[in-house]
């Protein structure tokens, strides 16, 4: 009988798997290390403009940091901060303070704050082309609020670009 069950699981494992004819070419979109640097400059320059001492990271569709900039007093832990933010707004898609709040109203997503790298913190923002998460950027340095406004401003450098 288990050798009839094994048979039967291994033909059906084989007729699931798509034929080569069948394989394609996936193409994606993602963030460029020219258009992650125009966000984080546009970033950085808003917060220092408000005088805020900054970090700014910019993650790309796989959560990996395509650019780090740091204003010249920021404070050394903004850099992991800022990081976390932005691969938090990756990972989920929506910034990190909305993230943050769903977790806390919805005890069933509660263990999603014990993922690696995520962080409850405002300041991450996605990048999105249409409904698309292509990368997001991260703030730490000012107040929460603040963080996520140079976020968004940094966005604006590149609103074009993401229609």
């Not at 979109?29 to 125009?38: I, T």
């Not at 984080?40 to 408000?50: I, M, N, P, R, T």
Request: glycine residues 10%; aromatic residues 4%.
């Amino acid at each position: 009988m288990m050798i009839r069950f094994a048979l039967a699981a291994g033909l059906v494992a084989t007729c699931a798997l798509p034929s080569p004819s069948q394989a394609q070419v996936i193409t994606q979109r993602d963030v460029g290390v020219r258009m992650g640097l125009a966000i984080a400059v546009g970033a950085l320059d808003q917060c220092e403009k408000d005088g805020n001492s900054v970090s700014v990271a910019v993650v790309d569709r796989a959560g990996r940091l395509r650019v780090f900039l740091q204003s010249d007093q920021a404070n050394p832990h903004n850099l992991e901060l800022a990081r976390r933010k932005a691969y938090t707004a990756r990972t989920f898609g929506r910034t990190s303070a909305e993230w943050a709040k769903r977790t806390t109203e919805m005890p069933e997503l509660a263990a999603q704050r014990e993922l690696a790298d995520v962080i409850a913190l405002r300041g991450g923002v996605p990048i999105k082309v249409g409904n698309e998460t292509i990368g997001a950027v991260g703030v730490s340095g000012s107040s929460s609020e603040g963080d996520e406004k140079c976020a968004m401003a940094g966005l604006a450098k590149v609103a074009d670009q993401l229609k």
